[in-house]
């Protein structure tokens, strides 16, 4: 089945930055890999819109902000469970700057996210408390987008929980999974997939849509 892309559709690109790439500090298996086949797909998206992973120094999330703590914990915090990072995308370094050969010239916004001191940010549409917006929504909404086209960093973390929060906001949903590479914590990975079919949020692969 091939999907053809409308004026409508929207394509967001989830955190394609250096740190979750190989050489970064929060280093996504392959990573880097998405990055061609999203400057391609990008080309037949009239709608582009980046995300930007964006927290200050001592983050919340960062394990070296909590004493005693490792990376890859899981804490619980006021919003629940919260799994602890290396210090990554802090605002301002390289590791924050998007993967120097992505080239999206035409992207109309880029919608920076994590930039809260206490609480982390996965979603593009929400903070982890899944409450407080970023704005993305509001935007798509007034733009008249309405189908949400998803690629990037990390498949189980932030490209998870835009797809969910995209699909509980009332957009049409589609994960592009060979443009994604995930970080696989717990087999989060698998958990992702099986949580975005019981949602109905089909995922596709890149040659599928035109
Ligand atoms: C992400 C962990 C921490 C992501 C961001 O982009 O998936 N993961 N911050
Ligand atoms: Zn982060």
Known sequence: ?????????????????????????LAVPGGDEVVP??????TRFKHVVLTQD?????????????PGRQPFETITVSYGPQVLWPDHCVQGTKG????????VPHAELIIRK????EIDSYSAFYENDRTTPTGLAGYLRERGLKRVFLA?????????????DASRLGFEVV??????RGIDIDASVEATRRRLS????PCTGAHAIA
Not at 54 to 66: E, I, L, R
Not at 198 to 201: F, R, S, T, V, Y
């Open 54 to 66: 964006w927290h200050p120094t001592g983050h919340g999330s960062f394990a070296s902000a909590n």
């Open 114 to 117: 994590g930039y809260r001191r």
């Open 175 to 180: 994960v592009i999974e060979d443009a994604c």
């Open 37 to 42: 086949t999203i400057n391609q797909l990008s």
């Open 152 to 164: 990037g960093l990390a498949f189980d973390f932030c490209v998870r929980y835009s797809a969910e």
């Open 1 to 25: 089945m091939t999907d053809k892309i409308a004026d409508s559709d929207v394509l967001l690109v989830v955190d394609v930055q250096n740190d979750f790439c190989p050489g970064g500090n």
């Open 198 to 201: 019981e949602l109905g949020i």
């Open 96 to 103: 924050a700057e998007f993967h120097p050969a992505l080239q």
